[in-house]
């Protein structure tokens, strides 16, 4: 028997994943179930099927732990109390042989298996020894799995070994949204409580996550550094750029006439500038965002677009030529500003922009609003590119066309119209032969090429 083969066994301080798949692959495979146990690899034993094997395989004088440490942590949340046991027993040894490295090495897996029923047992022991030990506990902060790092925050959080700096200067650097927030929140909590500290919250505006950097804005407040907030008017982030708004409210700006200020160098807008002015922009500012729908920037022009949206300014006359803009990002929004306008542009002009020589992000555009026509003109241009040789397209066409169909009911379409009956019939694919009946019934349509009377 070649275990490699079927599954192969991870590589030593592997990710916990694999060793749990693993385990899983070697109980669920029956030719290592009931292979000889003279003939069962170790790593097999410590997985097999049966409970007996598994515990022999435990006591056994080979050094196991040290070859296969993951697995003995596997089998002490097994399900068979012997097993368990045992395995308790060998992993007990090894953490006070050498508590750091094993520490090290199976943390993320026991973090995992933590939440098994009968998991608690390792995760206690774990979160005691490693409570103890503030230099490993920091090094785990800074490991690569996502969980471990979660488990580590809240572990050190819980022993309080961090001031409000070290606390911030966390928050801001890490990049997994869960662990932010352990860090984010009790950094405020901290300065809640000790009082302001104006490098912690420097460093939360400048941390790498959204809401570290939003909660950075809301702590000027406390900082006496109100005025400051109108500095994140125009971040990144829609988050942050709301809280700014609100602290200039509180402080009893007016976040409009900030934002109106735009640089008079066209070169140094930004589409972050035109997406902050819009969000606190009154429809009477619309001048302002048509003059940018010319700028040369392809991301400003978009965000001026999506400006006008935002402000239910719909001028289809103006956004309509954007739609052959060479900027994806412009197309995209002209689609979405002028989806409630869709019938007021000629059907002909959007179908010529469906044609296989234009753009992509164009010819996607363009059908948007040609669907959004509804009727028998968003299921012509979807017909039309079910056999496109843009995958994308096909699919988004095919699906469009499905969704047609509801059992609750008729489709959008006029009935007794044979174009609709000769498109249906090159869609039949999309439906099962009942669905295509029953359709075709509600449209006053004859049974297709594909549905005979037996229906």
Do not use: N
Not at 6 to 13: D, E, F, Q, V
Not at 242 to 253: H, P
Not at 431 to 451: A, C, E, I, K
């Amino acid at each position: 028997m070649d275990t490699d083969e079927k599954t192969p066994l991870p590589t030593p301080g592997g990710p916990a994943a694999e060793w749990i798949a693993f385990d899983r692959a070697v109980r669920r495979t029956s030719s290592w179930s009931y292979a000889s146990p003279l003939e069962t690899p170790d790593a097999v034993k410590l997985c097999h099927v049966d409970g007996r094997v598994r515990e022999a395989a435990l006591r056994t004088p080979a050094p196991l732990l040290s070859l296969l440490p993951e697995l003995v942590a596997i089998r002490c949340a097994d399900w068979v109390p012997p097993v368990r046991e045992r395995a308790r027993q060998v992993l007990a040894a090894a953490l006070a042989d050498d508590p750091a490295g094993t520490l090290r090495r199976l943390t993320p897996l026991v973090v995992r298996l933590g939440r098994r029923e009968q998991g608690a047992w390792a995760r206690e022991r774990f979160e005691d020894l490693l409570t103890e030990d503030p230099e490993l506990l920091g090094a785990l902060r800074g490991s690569p799995d996502p969980q471990t790092r979660r488990f580590a925050a809240r572990l050190t959080l819980g022993a309080g070994l961090l001031d409000v700096r070290e606390l911030a200067a966390l928050a801001a650097a890490e990049k997994d949204p869960p662990t932010s927030g352990l860090w984010t929140d009790a950094t405020l909590a901290a300065l809640a409580v000790d009082g302001p500290d104006d490098e912690a919250v420097d460093t939360l505006l400048g941390g790498h996550g959204q809401m570290v950097r939003a909660a950075g804005v809301t702590a000027l407040r406390g900082a006496g550094r109100a005025a400051e907030a109108a500095d994140h008017l125009f971040d990144r982030s829609g988050t942050v750029r709301a809280c700014a708004r609100w602290l200039v409210r509180q402080a009893g700006g007016d976040p409009r006439a900030l934002c109106r200020e735009l640089p008079a160098d066209p070169a140094r807008v930004s589409p972050y500038q035109v997406t902050g002015f819009a969000e606190c922009a009154l429809r009477e500012d619309a001048p302002l965002l048509r003059a940018l729908l010319t700028h040369p920037g392809g991301q400003v022009r978009a965000a001026a677009v999506a400006g006008l949206r935002l402000l239910d300014v719909t001028d289809v006359e103006l956004l309509r030529p954007l739609l052959d803009d060479p900027a994806p990002a412009v197309a995209r929004e002209v689609a979405r500003g002028l989806g409630g306008s869709a019938d007021r542009l000629p059907v002909d002009w959007l179908m010529d922009r469906i044609a296989p020589e234009r753009p992509p992000h164009t010819r996607r555009a363009a059908y948007r609003l040609l669907f959004a026509r509804g009727g028998v003109v968003g299921l012509r241009a979807s017909v039309e590119l079910l056999t496109d040789r843009d995958p994308d397209l096909r699919r988004i066409a095919g699906q469009r066309v499905q969704s047609m169909w509801s059992p609750d009911r008729s489709p959008d379409l006029p009935v007794r119209d044979p174009e609709v009956g000769a498109l249906l019939d090159r869609c039949t694919h999309l439906f099962s032969d009942y669905v295509m009946r029953v359709m075709r019934s509600r449209l006053g349509l004859p049974p297709g090429p594909d549905h005979s009377d037996a229906y």
